[in-house]
Nanobody, 114 residues
């Protein structure tokens, strides 16, 4: 059984920063990919960033240079540092863990507004 719990969302002004955290429990293996998706209001879920077991990271073009993903395998956690936030970053952010199947967290709301 795998469970993922996100935290760190909230309301921030444009240009501000937030750090999302995702704590996993259960059968988590450092070799597998973890990452973040987001779902803006009225839109489909989209990949934001992912990090492999060897710490290779990839990002959506829209967040490159502003967001940074990291993981702590000992803590079974993945993080998303979000800087220079824009109103279009407003979304529910979901943590995921990918093995034979994909596991999802419940989501955390990020709102960027003045």
């Amino acid at each position: 059984q795998v469970q993922l719990v996100e935290s760190g969302g909230g309301l921030v002004q444009p240009g501000g920063s937030l750090r999302l955290s995702c704590a996993a429990s259960g059968s988590i293996y450092s070799i597998n990919t973890m990452g973040w998706y987001r779902q803006p209001p009225g839109k489909e879920r989209e990949l934001v960033a992912a990090i492999t077991g060897s710490s290779d990271a990839r990002y959506a073009d829209s967040v490159k240079g502003r967001f940074a993903i990291s993981r702590d395998s000992a803590k079974k956690s993945v993080y998303l540092q979000m800087n220079s936030l824009k109103p279009e970053d407003t979304a529910v952010y979901y943590c995921y863990y990918s093995r034979a199947t994909t596991y999802w967290g419940q989501g955390t709301q990020v709102t960027v507004s003045s």
